[in-house]
């Protein structure tokens, strides 16, 4: 192919959804980001929207605020989410962690079915969501199946349907893979574990916002995601949980607090959950952080997911691209499936030496990756910002790295965050 910078602008230029990278501050063109879905970009709507949650709305409105929009914030917000994960709106509500709402989740799931010992998860599931899935089996006395991966790339679902059986209570899967950025065929998987009489439960931190979702159409019980990754709602910000309409009267979450108590404001000592997904609250929701989510899905929203999915698979192609030409020949290897329907946005490329590559990407190159133990240079392509142009030079520079042995002077210690 002969790749050139020149060739990558001009996939820019005719790029249909280009302008949208003109809505994120971008105060320096000649760093290139390719960590989106760790940490997406600040959208100027966000700072905006943030600057008068600050000054007008704590400033000068006060407690008043509550009245005026924020109390009901985790369900305007879920709302709009829902759109983007084909669910209806009262099925999905913002607040708390990720991992906290999974422990919501998997608790209750594991009540709803007393008589079952087993949760069934794989090896290429994220460390929080193992975590927090060993904990509810301690607590709740069930036993953790852990599928494996043949190739530590992907698992496929017939792998998985032999482990879920009549003793499963749920099965919980990250719906792209953390590392390799498998996707899961999220029909087929819940389909098995329904057979079973399973309840399943999607975390959807690196689907959300780089491709569409249809959780209804899969008939999925139960799903987490973030917000900071392709939703560009900020460090910190909460993250949303969604349940099935007709379980979210049969479900309680394990952590009782008054933003999910039925009438609030009675201020009565005996809990009763609110009805449907409000139950799924637990305390005083972040509100500062909150705000920056609301306008950055409404881009995602305005400039159209499928419109989104599709430049992410022509971006992922084009660095696939890239990769066999610049970079195979060089020792490095591909750690994601050549095939994009079950690939996400982000492409894992692997080296012996990756750890020191990475850093010097970060410190010398410019050039903003990370990297995933033991040897996954990550490049995540957030299709509402990332240029061709990012691709391009991302590749270009990494390739310089191997070739000039730049990563030499590196120690191999690694540093407190990859
Ligand atoms: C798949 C997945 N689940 C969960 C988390 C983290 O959850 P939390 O927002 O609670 O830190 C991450 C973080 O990167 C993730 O990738």
Redesign the pocket.
Known sequence: MNATLEQAQELDRRDPLARWRDEFVIDDPDLIYLDGN?LGRLPKRSAARVREVVEREWGQRLIRGWGDGWLTAPQRIGAQIARLIGAAADEVIVGD??????FKLVMAALHARPDRRKIVTDDL?????VYVLQGAAKLAGNRLDVVRSEDGITVPSAALAAAIDADAALVEL?H???KSGYVYDMKTITEAAHRAGALMLW????SVGAMPLALDACGVDLA???T??YLNGGP?AP?FLFVRRDLQEQLLSPIWGWFGQRGQFDMTLDYQPAPGITRFLAGTPTLLSLAAVEPSVEMILEAGIDRLREKSVRQTEYLMALWEEMLAPLGVKLNSPRDATCRGSHVSLGHPEGLRIDRALIEEMRVIPDFRFPDNIRLGIAPLYTSYADVYEGIARLRRVIVERRYEKYPHARPAVT
């Open positions: 760790s962690s990720t991992t906290v709402n999974l599931n994220f460390p929080t969501d990250t792209t893979a953390f975390d959807l931190c690196h987490v995601g973030c900071y990754k910190g993250a």
